[in-house]
C-alpha cells in the first residue's frame, strides 16, 4: 500500500492520498531511494524531505534513518497521521547533500550572471555523496556512473582557486580511495593553458547581419528543454528573417552559458520556426558566445501573422514535445539561491569554484 509522507513545519503528515504537484520541477531536488522518490525544495532550507513511498516493503530498510524509527514504524502499520520530526536522523543530511548536487546536474541556470559549474568537480561529489547513502538508492550503479563523469575532475581540482585548495586536496583523496575501490581509472591531473582555453571560447562565428532584415523577434527558452548549462538560462533567443540574394532566410541566435562548451555538451541543440506544420527546424551551433544557426524559407514565411511567428528551441531528445513555460517567479527563485550558494561556506566545492 502506497503512502505520502508531507513535512509540516515540525511533524510528518502520513497519508495514502495521492500526491499534490505544488512544487515547479526546476525547484525540487530529488533522489530515487529503494522503494520511494524522496524531494526537497532545492532553493529553501529543508533538511527533511516529502515522500511518495511505492512500495514500504522496499523503503523499510532505510526509512528510520532519515525519518527516525517513530515515522518508519508508522509507515510499516499503513497509519495515517501527523508524527513529530526527530531531532537527529543519521541519513538525512547526507541525501540531503546528494540531491542538492543532482539538482545542480540537472537545473544549475548558468548564464550571463551566474557562472557555470565545473561538471566534473560536480560529479566528483556527487560520486562521493551518492557513496555515503549507496544502500537507499535505487540506482545500484548510480556511484561508479558519477566516478566515470569525473575522470577529469583531477585537472579540474589542480586548477582550483588558492582559498579552497585544501578542500580541492580533500577531495581529490577521497575521489581516487573510491575509484581505486571500484576499479574507475581517473585521468591525471593536467591544467589547461590561457591558449587552450581561449581556443574553446573563440569558435568560429557566423555573422546573423547579412542581408536585408524583414522581421525579427525573441522567445524565451524552457530550461527543462535544452540540457543545464548550454543555453544561458538568463537570455531569451533571437530570431531574424533576412532577404539575401533574393531568397528569405531564417537566422536564430541564443546566448551560450559561459563555459558550455568545455563543461557540458553542445550538440543536438534545434530551433523550430512557426507552426509545426511549416517543417521549419534549424540546426544549432556553438559558434563563440552563442548557439546559432540559419536557413532558407519559403517566401510566405514573411506573411505569417505574429501569434505564429515563434521559435522554440531545444534538444528533441529531453523535449519531443512543447510543454507549458516555466512560471517566472519559479526561475527568478532558482537563480536566486544559485548566487546565494556561490558564497555560501556549506555550499559544493563546485559552487564555491564558480564563485571565486
Do not use: K
Not at 53 to 80: D, F
Not at 133 to 146: I, N, Q, T
Not at 164 to 182: C, E, N, Q
Not at 228 to 250: K, M
Amino acid at each position: 500500500m502506497s503512502m505520502s509522507i508531507r513535512i509540516d513545519g515540525d511533524a510528518a503528515t502520513l497519508s495514502h492520498a495521492a500526491p499534490s504537484a505544488d512544487r515547479a520541477v526546476i525547484r525540487t531536488a530529488m533522489i530515487e531511494a529503494r522503494g520511494a522518490l524522496l524531494s526537497w525544495d532545492a532553493t529553501a532550507d529543508e533538511r527533511f524531505p516529502d515522500a511518495e513511498i511505492h512500495s514500504p516493503a522496499e523503503a523499510a530498510g532505510w526509512l528510520a534513518e532519515i525519518y527516525g524509527a517513530e515515522i518508519a514504524a508508522a509507515v510499516r502499520s499503513g497509519e495515517e497521521r501527523a508524527v513529530p520530526l526527530p531531532e537527529g536522523a543519521e541519513l538525512v543530511d547526507a541525501a540531503r547533500r546528494l540531491a542538492s548536487l543532482t539538482w545542480a546536474t540537472d537545473w544549475w541556470p548558468a548564464g550571463v550572471y551566474t557562472p557555470a559549474l565545473d561538471g566534473a568537480i560536480l560529479a566528483a561529489e556527487t560520486a562521493l555523496a551518492a557513496h555515503a547513502v549507496e544502500h537507499l538508492l535505487d540506482d545500484e550503479d548510480a556511484v561508479e556512473r558519477a566516478l566515470r563523469d569525473a575522470v577529469d575532475a583531477p585537472s579540474a581540482l589542480a586548477g582550483a582557486p588558492p582559498r579552497l585548495r585544501p578542500d580541492a586536496a580533500v577531495l581529490v583523496d577521497a575521489l581516487a580511495a573510491l575509484a581505486d575501490d571500484l576499479g574507475v581509472e581517473l585521468h591525471p591531473a593536467m591544467i589547461a593553458s590561457a591558449e587552450d582555453d581561449w581556443a574553446l571560447a573563440a569558435g568560429a562565428r557566423t555573422s546573423l547581419d547579412e542581408g536585408i532584415e524583414i522581421g525579427h523577434g525573441s522567445a524565451a527558452v524552457r530550461w527543462a528543454d535544452v540540457p543545464a548549462q548550454t543555453v544561458a538560462a538568463d537570455s531569451d533567443a533571437q530570431w531574424s528573417l533576412r532577404h539575401v540574394n533574393g531568397v528569405p532566410h531564417l537566422h536564430v541566435s541564443v546566448a551560450a552559458a559561459p563555459g558550455a562548451a568545455v563543461t557540458r555538451a553542445t550538440a543536438g541543440l534545434w530551433a523550430r520556426f512557426g507552426p509545426e506544420s511549416l517543417d521549419i527546424d534549424v540546426p544549432l551551433h556553438r559558434n563563440g558566445t552563442a548557439f546559432t544557426g540559419a536557413a532558407p524559407v519559403a517566401a510566405s514565411v514573411a506573411l505569417l501573422p505574429l501569434e505564429e511567428r515563434t521559435l522554440w528551441v531545444r534538444d528533441p531528445i529531453l523535449a519531443p514535445l512543447p510543454g507549458a513555460a516555466e512560471d517566472e517567479d519559479d526561475r527568478d527563485a532558482v537563480r536566486e539561491h544559485a548566487v546565494l550558494r556561490l558564497d555560501d561556506p556549506g555550499a559544493s566545492l563546485a559552487e564555491r569554484v564558480a564563485g571565486e
